[in-house]
């Protein structure tokens, strides 16, 4: 009986050494895949709470919070809950798109750019390398500062992604919207444009203009006036000075001036902005399906990105609180701004190392989310740091001023070098 048994494992043998060795390598398979599921898991607790703006249960904690969500594009615009948008507002959420963009951007990776309207138009034409347009802008109301940073590097983004760029000083809004002369605004326009070059806007693959000197976009403006009725205006905009609303007009102008003719006719388009652009796109969207016979217009496509919160906590950057800094502050400025700003750190350090921060709420960690941290590892570690209280907000205050003051040297050396080219963009003498 055993001689037969031993024989026939003989005759086998080789078999068994193959069964054994896939039983083995399944028990490998099953404990990498184990530890694969459990990082997946680990990093994201670790990205959520990043790309969140809603989850702190401690939300009271945040100066002025408001439970109110309110869109103003000409007005202080507060947005409490960003999943409201979504049901209230029609915006879709942009992560289900996030796998399909062919080289997502950093704000895209970070859930910073949050939503959109018809973003699949724009992803079929990057995916068939078919013709599309990116078109953002500027108020030119003074220096450049993080928020219009975030929309310089968007629109950046899609140029190199193959977008025919547009580039709008609204100089007409800076007028209607704050009272700037226009004498004033083409001096800060030279400004703010030698910015978007430092930054890396191609002028030679740009079309950058002022709307004041731009006939088509007024032309346009004045042809979307027949289609819009004062109801409309004030159910978007609210009751506002004809000036606002004629202003709104030469936007939606502004948005559709790419599809003129003379730019090569009907093409999906991008707009980047922050959400409380949202009615600009949404008046537009409506006045390009109601003129579509004419002139072909394909409805704009747009993401939005979140807003920065003020240096004090509070939901707006905003001139008035002083609660921001500019690129051409001076290093003493930024030092202060930073060094005083308001933190998610707690009262004590002690409280701080046993507790940890709430990076959700702290203006500190934002800006570096947003801004000054580029590697997503590094991010990362400062999140963690921040809520096991391996970092203190003195500290970390600290690093991010020295970071902030590098980069803002290396951006104003650079600036200089484009002022006049800005000049000559801008058709100045
Ligand atoms: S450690 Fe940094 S991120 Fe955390 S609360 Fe303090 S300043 Fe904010």
Known sequence: MLKIVCQKIFKHRYLITFVGECVGLALALVKSLTVFVADMLKLKSILEPICSSNINEEKHLLPNSSKETMLDPFGASVVADYERLYKEFGIEPFKPLLSKVPNPSFYMRRGIVFGHRDFERILNAMHKHEEFAVLSGIKPTGEFHLGHLMTAKEIIYFQQQGAQ????????????DN????????????????????????????????QSKEIRVKDLAIIFGRAVT??????????????????????????????LEEFGGPKPTIIPVG?????????????????HRKYKFIPPSSTYHKLMKGLDGSPKMSKRQMNYFTLHDSPETITQRISNAFTGGRATIKEQRELGGIPEICPVYEMCLFHFVEDDDDIIKIYHDCKTGKLLCGEHKKQTIETVLKFVKEHRRKKKKFID?????LQLE
């Open 421 to 425: 080219k800005a000049r000559e963009v």
């Open 275 to 291: 959400v409380d652009q949202d009615p600009h796109i949404r008046l537009t969207r409506d006045l390009a399906q109601k003129f």
């Open 230 to 259: 004062l109801a409309t205006m004030k159910a978007i905009y609210g009751e506002r000075h004809i000036g606002l609303y004629l202003s709104a007009l030469i936007q939606a102008g502004d948005i559709l001036l790419p599809e």
């Open 165 to 176: 760029t547009f580039y709008c000083v609204a100089d007409i809004e800076g007028y209607e």
């Open 179 to 210: 009272k700037i002369p226009f004498e004033k605004s083409e001096r800060i326009a030279v400004d703010n444009v030698a910015d978007m070059l430092a930054l890396g806007l191609d002028p030679e693959r740009s079309y950058i203009y002022r």
